[in-house]
């Protein structure tokens, strides 16, 4: 998650938020209603992060943009799952330290970067797929 307007008092609310991803009530409505359990601050679905899992193709070999992250999910999940490497953007820190964490205890492979958006550091044909989750929205 991006800063909405691009104000000081955005980037205070997204990391209040993410603040909260760890805590056990937050964890448990996470399960419930996504099926998950990494902090997510997007509505992506398991079923639906299984689906992108194959839709993009992802395996070992490829890498993927995950623009933002927020926490890291569905990116880490994507690269769990397929193997591939991920790469978590945000302009939030709290947020990116969660993921980092994350990618850590899954034993992704991938890391974060601090960028938004609109100005992201990369050369565009360095990532085979990119992905994004109630960002742009």
Same mark, same amino acid.
């Given at each position: 998650? &991006?800063?909405?307007?691009?104000?000081?008092?955005?980037?205070?609310?997204?990391?209040?938020?993410?603040?909260?991803?760890?805590?056990?009530?937050?964890?448990?409505?996470?399960?419930?209603?996504?099926?998950?359990?990494?902090?997510?601050?997007?509505?992506?679905?398991?079923?639906?992060?299984?689906?992108?899992?194959?839709?993009?193709?992802?395996?070992?070999?490829?890498?993927?943009?995950?623009?933002?992250? &927020?926490?890291?999910?569905? &990116?880490?999940?994507?690269?769990?799952?397929?193997?591939?490497?991920?790469?978590?953007?945000?302009?939030?820190?709290?947020?990116?330290?969660?993921?980092?964490?994350?990618?850590?205890?899954?034993?992704?492979?991938?890391?974060?970067?601090?960028?938004?958006?609109?100005?992201?550091?990369?050369?565009?044909?360095?990532?085979?797929?990119?992905?994004?989750?109630?960002?742009?929205?």
């Amino acid at each position: 998650m &991006g800063m909405v307007d691009g104000s000081a008092n955005s980037m205070e609310r997204f990391d209040l938020r993410y603040g909260y991803v760890d805590a056990p009530v937050m964890r448990r409505m996470e399960r419930e209603a996504l099926g998950s359990d990494y902090g997510a601050t997007s509505y992506t679905t398991i079923e639906q992060a299984d689906d992108l899992v194959q839709s993009l193709a992802l395996t070992s070999n490829s890498e993927l943009l995950d623009v933002g992250s &927020g926490t890291g999910w569905p &990116g880490i999940y994507l690269a769990a799952a397929s193997g591939c490497k991920v790469t978590l953007t945000d302009v939030s820190l709290v947020g990116l330290g969660t993921a980092r964490r994350r990618l850590i205890v899954d034993g992704a492979r991938g890391h974060v970067v601090a960028a938004s958006a609109g100005q992201l550091p990369f050369r565009s044909e360095r990532f085979d797929a990119a992905t994004s989750s109630d960002v742009f929205c």
